[in-house]
């Protein structure tokens, strides 16, 4: 079974920033796709951004497009979202998220694909 742990969640200003990692239990380069989900509350659980399994790719979703960077490390099992110039908005629970994945050229952001998922970090953006 495989395991992802988020860390890095936090209260932060409007205008700061935070760096959130999961760590995932399995070698992340055995094609491993991994994305970043967030959910406020009263919403649903929204794409942020996501990355292929060598880090080839990437994929930010509109609302955090030029403030979020996802980046992955697979020497270290370790998938990062560095986040930053964040709003009030951006207030949410932050999951990591895992999906089999060889394709290397694209980013897939359909929420039912992703099989594993972490148990969230919170993030609260205070204005």
């Known amino acids: 079974q495989v395991q992802l742990v988020e860390s890095g969640g936090g209260l932060v200003q409007a205008g700061g920033s935070l760096r959130l990692s999961c760590v995932v239990s399995?070698?992340?380069?055995?094609?491993?796709?991994m994305a970043w989900f967030r959910q406020a509350p009263g919403k649903e659980r929204d794409f942020v951004a996501g990355?292929?399994?060598?880090?080839?790719?990437?994929y930010h979703a509109e609302p955090v497009k030029g403030r979020f960077t996802i980046s992955r490390e697979n020497a270290r099992n370790t998938v990062y979202l560095q986040m930053n110039s964040l709003k009030p908005e951006d207030t949410a629970v932050y999951y990591c998220?895992?999906?089999?994945?060889?394709?290397?050229?694209?980013?897939?952001?359909?929420?039912?694909?992703?099989?594993?998922w972490g148990q969230g970090t919170q993030v609260t953006v205070s204005s």
């Open positions: 399995e070698d992340t380069a055995r094609s491993y796709a």
């Open positions: 990355i292929s399994w060598s880090g080839r790719s990437t």
């Open positions: 998220a895992a999906r089999l994945s060889s394709a290397d050229n694209v980013v897939v952001r359909t929420i039912l694909t992703y099989k594993y």
